[in-house]
């Protein structure tokens, strides 16, 4: 058996590698990528906007990309704004950044008070989805737990394939309310010695999303510091426009005709891919590793020596990479990151850990010379690179760093999922055949 399989896997890698001068040839959108880097316009969307540079056109016609600083914009309005406003008001904000994505429009008090509400009644999970919790095994990856039950929700839904919008609508909303208590109880499920659905913590229909979150997986009131700051991290992942590769399989899936909870579940599954995904995890790793290979955080010249290191692909997982670095549009500066870098601060000092953040600091100020200087390009730190500090601070386990990142996205995922539903197209694109021509069948005896 496993030499049939050492065969099959031979032959593939064979047969399946690209040839790069057909795809320069044929003008290939690898990726659906220009050959600038930036991505092929294959949608319209008025949910999400990210900005990371300007297209420079020379008089020959030829294309440059400028670097300018990083804005996201949620159906027009700046996140940053948004974040901003609820600040200064003194509330919490998630809530209100669904509600923009579903509507386009900010909602009134009255309105926003509903739609809370709502999102609260819908929190609890039906006793056979518990079940269904509480029956996996312990040692199940989180994202794939996540998957898992969400996949079940249509068993409790009357309509589950319907694609009528009020019933998408609905279903939506449902799976965003539900997707946090989802999440913890897949977790407390995991430390439990012994199945019992009464040490389950129930959610509080009366608190904020991230409140309520945090409170299930401790079982303590959250301090609200640090309740407003996951808020805004949920804000912050909500949504990044149609092209990243989660909310793109969300709109492929939903251009077919698929339910709501295949559609949902393709999204998470796409995210679960390390190159989606699970940055933050690899940033914490890779910090880890920092800081037990360096011995003077405060020396930027060791820490710089490190980095180079890990470049050359001589240290750390040997990738080549320095995660949380870079991103697929933002050059110059990624809006959340900066916020970040701000309010990490104050909870580093919060948690006793300032001397940690700033060897993050250290980091995010000479890694992106070292890239410009191998590399040739302009690139900053992401999210990812202070969201995973972030989680740590809050006590928050690794392994849930991604399905909280689904927690967030899955508002921006169902927005686009209505889109794509109105717009009402199947996504079918083209792929140019590799195959040099047409081959003659040959009888078994004979091959």
């Given at each position: 058996m496993e030499s049939v399989l050492k065969k099959v896997e031979q032959l593939g890698l064979l047969h399946d590698k690209i040839d790069p001068r057909i795809v320069k040839a044929k003008n290939i959108k690898l990726g659906l990528r220009n050959e600038d880097g930036s991505g092929v316009f294959v949608g319209i969307t008025s949910k999400g906007q990210v900005i990371g540079y300007e297209k420079i056109i020379?008089?020959?016609?030829s294309q440059t990309l400028k670097?300018?600083?990083g804005k996201l914009y949620y159906c027009g309005y700046d996140v940053a704004d948004l974040v901003n406003g609820k600040e200064k008001e003194k509330r919490f904000g998630f809530e209100e950044t669904i509600y923009l994505l579903l509507t386009g429009e900010l909602p009134q008090e009255k309105y926003l008070k509903s739609f809370s509400k709502e999102l609260g009644k819908r929190r609890a999970l039906p006793e056979e989805a518990k079940e269904?919790?509480?029956?996996?095994?312990?040692?199940?990856?989180q994202m794939c737990s996540l998957h898992t039950i969400v996949s079940a929700m249509h068993l409790?839904?009357?309509?589950?394939?319907?694609?009528?919008?009020?019933?998408?609508?609905?279903?939506?909303?449902d799976l965003m309310a539900k997707f946090p208590t989802i999440i913890a109880y897949n977790y407390q499920k995991k430390l439990m010695k012994k199945n019992d659905s009464s040490k389950l913590i129930k959610p509080d229909p009366e608190k904020s999303t991230a409140e309520n979150f945090l409170y299930m997986m401790t079982g303590n009131e959250p301090d609200r510091f640090t309740a407003e700051l996951f808020d805004t991290m949920l804000i912050f992942h909500a949504?990044?426009?149609?092209g990243n590769n989660s909310t793109f399989t969300t709109r492929c899936v939903s251009s077919s005709g698929a339910n709501t909870y295949m559609a949902i579940c393709a999204g998470i599954g796409s995210l679960s891919g390390h190159l989606h995904g699970g940055a933050n995890e690899a940033v914490v790793r890779m910090v880890r590793d920092i800081k037990?290979?360096?011995?003077?955080?405060?020396?930027?010249?060791?820490?710089?020596?490190?980095?180079?290191?890990?470049?050359?692909?001589?240290?750390?997982?040997?990738?080549?990479?320095?995660?949380?670095?870079?991103h697929a549009v933002y050059t110059f500066s990624d809006p959340r990151a900066v916020f970040l870098e701000k309010r990490g601060e104050e909870l580093a000092k919060l948690a006793g850990r300032e001397k940690e953040f700033s060897l993050y600091k250290r980091i995010a100020k000479l890694a992106p010379r070292l890239v410009k200087d191998k590399k040739g390009k302009v690139v900053c730190t992401n999210v990812d690179f202070y969201s995973g500090f972030v989680y740590e601070c809050m006590g928050i386990p690794e392994e849930l760093f991604t399905p909280i990142f689904a927690m967030a996205r899955v508002s921006g995922w169902s927005a686009?999922?209505?889109?794509?539903?109105?717009?009402?197209?199947?996504?079918?694109?083209?792929?140019?055949s590799s195959l040099k021509g047409v081959e003659t069948y040959i009888p078994i005896s004979k091959r």
């Open positions: 020379a008089g020959d016609g670097p300018i600083p269904i919790i509480l029956n996996r095994p312990k040692h199940d990856d409790f839904d009357k309509r589950p394939n319907s694609t009528d919008i009020r019933d998408v609508t609905r279903q939506c909303i949504e990044h426009g149609g037990r290979k360096v011995k003077d955080w405060d020396d930027d010249d060791e820490i710089k020596s490190y980095l180079k290191m890990l470049l050359e692909k001589t240290a750390g997982d040997k990738s080549g990479k320095i995660y949380g670095l870079g686009h999922r209505i889109e794509e539903i109105i717009q009402g197209r199947i996504i079918r694109p083209s792929y140019f």
